[in-house]
Nanobody, 125 residues
Framework: HVQLEESGGGSVQAGGSLRLSCTASIDTYNCMGWFRQAPGKEHEGVAVVYTGGGTPKYVDSVKDRFTISGDGTKNTVHLQMDNLRPDDTAMYYC?????????????????????WGRGTQVTVS
């Protein structure tokens, strides 16, 4: 099974920044991304990118504030979160081996079975 290690969560005031990191035990290029869930809210895809290169995708609410990127490896991504808002407060889960469409675009869905990290808490006040 694939293991994912997440780090970078914490507490920050509104307008501040956090940087999340995730490394998966996968030795191949794949779609990796971040999902989040807060109490009373649905599980939500935040951002996804192909570790072999390509254009990241984001949920509308984080566009222009969050940046997902690889680091040149096959199995590591970072999520730079700037201008954080209280409604960004959630448990953030890293996912690896996310689905791709017929064109090869990474999808912010879990219709197939990706591998999940245990989550890292982000709290914005």
């Amino acid at each position: 099974h694939v293991q994912l290690e997440e780090s970078g969560g914490g507490s920050v005031q509104a307008g501040g920044s956090l940087r999340l990191s995730c490394t998966a035990s996968i030795d191949t290029y794949n779609c990796m991304g971040w999902f989040r869930q807060a109490p009373g809210k649905e599980h939500e895809g935040v951002a996804v990118v192909y570790t072999g290169g390509g254009t990241p995708k984001y949920v509308d609410s984080v566009k222009d504030r969050f940046t997902i990127s690889g680091d040149g490896t096959k199995n590591t991504v970072h999520l730079q979160m700037d201008n954080l808002r209280p409604d960004d407060t959630a448990m953030y889960y890293c996912a690896a081996d996310l689905s791709r469409n017929w064109r090869g675009d990474c999808l912010l869905t879990t219709s197939t079975n990706p591998s999940w990290g245990r989550g890292t808490q982000v709290t914005v006040s």
